[in-house]
């Protein structure tokens, strides 16, 4: 029998494709989570037990997870932030991470985008209105000649700035770490924050990124500024923006993560019909998955093979 292999994330499970061919013709030993969503801890150590490698999402991969099994070599997320991952713990252990940067780029950039256009237009409120009968018109915005600012222009912020020149809009960005994006010009974030009226988030969520839009960030931003948040629930204050959208500052808001996923249904950003919520589908098309499907899996069978993959997230691991 061959290596085995946990899959835990749920989009992989679900969608038929090359990935599963590559398993099946390595002849893995796949064991599926019976769960239709993240998993925490305890049942993370349910199934680990004898496993070689596995294939996780949004699941609590802590360091009693990963030590639970002394064949773990690798660790394939489906998708590209590694915040729910104890990569410290994984290097300590021998245990190889890998990622899949490229394939989601294009399908979060578009959600974004979307979101934008959705909150310029007022369309969920549009469509509210339709549907319960009325016909009353709502006054937006358009989006030609103002201004978005992108805190983090990585993959993902160059896909946004490249599709956004068409609507014709100003692109200016705060990275430390790109410092030329064509069609877009770097200023710091302060310059970001007071220039945008639209500011969309594109950074990892790490100690230095923690509500990097804080009360404090918010006080900066032009009056009727719209913030769009599809990296990571971490990074934004949402206390602070409830507060600010309260108070009129901003003008509305687009989440596609939170802090805690699922939120509370009693969330106070549930009752503001100026604030879209999509459940962290920014990686969510059938080609996104796919994409994302098969780097994870190729990287994950490379490693079983004694191969040193593309797109390891802790590249120290090899130095042990």
Known sequence: MGHRVLITARSFRKVRGEHWDLLEGEGCDVVNSPYDRPLTEAEMLDLVGGVHGAVVGMDEV?????????????????????????????TAAGVVVTNTPEANKVAVAELTIALMLALARRLVKQHQVVSGGGW??????????????????????????????????????????????????????????????????????????????????????????????????????????????????VAGAALDVRPKEPPSPDDPLNTL???????????????????????????????????????VVNPEVYAK
């Not at 690798?74 to 590209?80: D, L, N, P, S, T």
């Not at 962290?280 to 079983?304: F, I, W």
């Open 62 to 90: 802590t360091t009693r997870v990963i030590q639970a099994s002394t064949d773990f070599k690798v660790i394939a997320k489906h998708g590209v932030g590694v915040d729910n991952i104890d990569l410290a713990a994984a």
């Open 136 to 249: 009353a018109r709502q006054m937006g915005t358009e989006l030609a000649g103002k201004t978005l600012g992108l805190i983090g222009c990585g993959r993902i912020g160059h896909e946004v700035a490249k599709r956004v020149r068409i609507l014709e809009m100003e692109v200016v960005f705060y990275d430390q770490y790109t410092l030329e994006v064509s069609g877009a010009r770097q200023v710091s974030l302060d310059e970001l924050l007071t220039w945008s009226d639209y500011v969309s988030v594109h950074v990892p969520h790490t100690l230095e990124t923690h509500h990097i839009l804080d009360a404090e960030a918010f006080a900066k931003m032009k009056d009727g500024v719209y913030v769009i948040n599809t990296a990571r629930g971490g990074t934004v204050d949402e206390t602070a923006l409830y507060e600010a959208i309260v108070a009129g500052k």
């Open 273 to 311: 019909e100026n604030v879209i919520l999509t459940p962290h589908a920014g990686a969510t098309t059938r080609e996104a998955v796919l994409r994302m499907a098969k780097t994870a899996t190729e990287s994950l069978l490379a490693v079983l093979r004694g191969e040193r993959p593309t797109n």
